[in-house]
């Protein structure tokens, strides 16, 4: 029996200690009846290719220098043919090293033709590689996907149980700048110039991604010095003033005058932090033109469910809605929990959810945001039918129909 009992402690110990290295497929087959139909792939193989794109002269949130700002993004695109697939390297919030496996070829050659782009932009803290799901999703679809890692904001670079706050600031300055920046640095580079449809472009923000989207998509921002300070961890009243007024810009960091980028067509806000204390004012977000599709879990425990429909019920562009999952939290975006991220909660926190399952909650945002891509930057007529939905799709009938089964509780809210 001692025997047995050492046995089994190594194979534990071996198995925790090989599953970083291990890459882990995250995903369950299920019949296209028991998932939204837009969820469904598209037609295109997928490629995928990390590149680094740098902002110089970068203006600075605490010091009126300028830097350089380095950022690493990861790209999805449509691609000649299907190879081998891409594995996924990062470390949970507890640095946690792992090993995902997706459905996109590394570096394989783009597939001729033009493609809308999409960019994604991760929460604090979060990493490129969140919402893979999406990326993979949407280029099989026919876009250019291109997701963030924002510096200073990603697992790798912050110690969350030592300083979890040490990224703030630089998230709140930097979040819809850095969104701007890559739709420009995209538009030039020179591997994908040739592939990018002109005109029209897609956002999608999750988190502190989606307060940065509000900014982006036209939005200013409306920091009092004590909430500068509070967010900052400023407490000289003088000091926060100071970075309130640099914090209060419009339009991904310009001045009050200044209008949103033209190529923006659509947004997609998932759980967006802000609502709750009212930091983007109501006057801007009335004057937001692009449409906006919110995401809110009704329990959600960060950005607070009345502070995203305070959002969306200011957002002043047609298109707009609000959709609720009943009983979600916060962590409705980010794909499922790897493994070695069930073993404390710090880690676990950052993707579970008690009511959901989230491969479920992954298919409803896929299915939704290739909707408003689709409606509104290729102008589909049927994917835009797919956004005009309203009430609650619970298992009850509703105008003498019965939803078929697989249909999610959700509300929809125009």
Same mark, same amino acid.
């Given at each position: 029996m001692k025997t047995f009992n050492l046995l089994l402690y190594a194979t534990i110990l071996w198995f925790y200690g090989t599953t970083a290295q291990a890459q882990q497929a995250l995903y369950q087959p299920l019949p296209a009846e028991v998932t939204p139909q837009l969820s469904a792939s598209g037609s295109h193989p997928v490629g995928v290719k990390t590149i680094t794109v740098v902002s110089r002269q970068h203006p600075q949130l605490l010091s009126a220098k300028t830097t350089s700002r380095l950022l690493t993004l990861e790209i999805w695109y449509p691609a000649i043919e299907k190879g081998e697939r891409?594995?996924? *390297?990062?470390?949970?919030?507890?640095?946690? *090293?792992?090993?995902? *496996?997706?459905?996109?070829?590394?570096d394989t050659a783009i597939a001729k033709g033009q493609y809308p782009l999409v960019i994604l932009s991760h929460g604090y803290t979060g990493y490129r590689h969140l919402m893979f799901y999406l990326g993979e999703h949407l280029a099989s679809h026919g876009y250019i996907v291109a997701a963030v890692d924002h510096t200073d904001s990603t697992n790798q670079e912050i110690d969350f149980a030592r300083a979890p706050y040490a990224g703030f600031p630089s998230t709140l300055y930097n979040r819809a700048r850095d969104q701007q920046f890559t739709l420009d640095a995209m538009a030039n580079h020179e591997f994908f110039v040739a592939y990018l449809a002109k005109g029209k472009a897609g956002l999608v923000g999750y988190s502190m991604g989606g307060y940065g989207l509000l900014s982006t998509l036209g939005g200013c921002f409306n920091f009092s010095a004590e909430a500068a300070g509070r967010f900052t961890g400023i407490q000289d009243p003088a000091r926060a003033a100071t970075v309130a007024t640099r914090l209060n810009t419009c339009a991904a960091g310009q001045n009050a005058e200044a209008k949103p980028d033209k190529r923006w067509a659509a947004g997609v806000a998932l759980a967006p932090w802000g609502g709750q204390d009212k930091v983007v004012s109501k006057s801007s977000l009335n004057s937001i033109t692009t449409p906006v599709l919110y995401v809110a879990g009704d329990q959600d425990d960060i950005s607070g469910y009345d502070g995203i429909r305070w959002l969306f019920h200011h957002t002043g562009s047609a298109g707009s809605q609000l959709l609720t999952i009943h009983n979600a939290r916060h962590n409705i975006a980010g794909h499922p929990a790897p493994a070695n991220a069930r073993s404390n909660e710090m880690d676990i926190g950052h993707y579970y959810e008690p009511a959901w399952d989230t491969q479920t909650l992954n298919n409803i945002t896929k299915h939704f945001v290739l909707a408003m891509m689709n409606c509104h930057i290729k102008e589909q007529p049927q994917d835009c039918q797919m956004l005009e939905v309203a009430g609650n799709s619970n298992q009850t009938s509703q105008n003498d129909k019965t939803p078929s089964p697989g249909r999610v509780l959700i509300t929809a809210t125009q």
């Open positions: 891409a594995v996924y *390297e990062n470390v949970t919030r507890s640095h946690n *090293e792992f090993r995902i *496996e997706g459905q996109a070829s590394r």
